[in-house]
């Protein structure tokens, strides 16, 4: 491209050369724990220039190379402080933890119908916890029923090959009589047996008189001890009256 700038002394400028890129700034590694406003900043303050090709005369442009543009270096002053975690984070593994960028995700989200279901409304129990068969009270007494079963079992082998006792014959001794016995055994033999008494047949008017008097009702002996009391009286009273007279016939 070519172009010429006219100044105001009168004396022309002639710019050539191809079109060049912008320079960019050399890549830095992103510490997510700093603020993005200061790599902004550092841009805007880093200079942006072009080559410049002056020729004297304008009738007889000289031919001339393209220069190279050097990469403009961020100031020392601008860049940050290298930080030990950033020399840490190597891979994109050791990366994940001290950035915070979202993490991949390895599961499907769960949709609400989904959710209604396996979530019930109502009260719902649980399951239980299962019970440990491993713990250390639970292997002891295993071990303590195993070892009581293997005793018994060699005790009953060892009882059966024992040879067995003979019983032995009780001799019982003749135990004296009682004295029932002897009272029982005396009447056996010398007590008679009671004779059975018949009873003759007794004619019906016999037995019509006999229940008659039963049934005549007996005369009350309170009467009969009253009678006797009053005569006594009496009695006593005759005696005592005869007496006086006697001694009134003496005078």
């Known amino acids: 491209m070519h172009g010429t700038l006219r100044r105001a002394d009168g004396t022309e400028e002639v ?5 060049r890129k912008k320079p960019q700034p050399t890549p830095l590694i992103h510490d997510n724990n700093r603020d993005n406003n200061h790599d902004f900043r550092q841009e805007e303050l880093t200079p942006k220039r072009e080559p410049v090709v002056v020729h004297e005369s304008p009738r007889k442009p000289p031919h001339v190379s393209p ?8 100031s020392t002053i601008d860049s940050p402080p ?10 994109e593994g050791d990366q994940l933890a001290f950035s915070k960028k979202a993490r991949p995700v390895h599961y499907e989200p769960c949709t609400l119908t989904e959710y209604r279901q396996e979530k019930q409304d109502k009260y ?8 440990d068969l491993n713990a250390t009270e639970l292997v002891e007494k295993r071990a303590n029923q195993e070892r009581i079963k293997e005793f018994s079992k060699n005790l009953r082998q060892i009882n059966q090959t024992l040879p067995k006792k003979q019983k032995e014959t009780v001799v019982e001794k003749e135990k004296a009589p009682s004295n029932r016995e002897k009272a029982l055994a ?4 010398k007590v008679p047996k009671p004779k059975v008494v018949t009873r003759k047949a007794v004619s019906p008017t016999k037995e019509n008189a006999r229940t008659s008097k039963r049934d005549q009702p007996e005369e009350p002996r309170d009467q009969e001890l009253e009678v006797q009391s009053e005569l ?10 005869r007496a006086q007279l006697e001694a009134l016939m003496r005078e």
């Open 186 to 189: 005396f009447a056996k033999k």
């Open 124 to 131: 719902y129990e649980l399951g239980k916890l299962k019970p």
């Open 232 to 241: 006594h009286q009496l009695q006593l009273k005759h005696r005592a009256a």
């Open 15 to 19: 710019r050539s050369g191809p079109l």
């Open 82 to 91: 290298v930080n030990r975690n950033e020399l840490k984070a190597a891979t």
């Open 67 to 74: 220069q190279k543009t050097k990469p403009v270096k961020a």
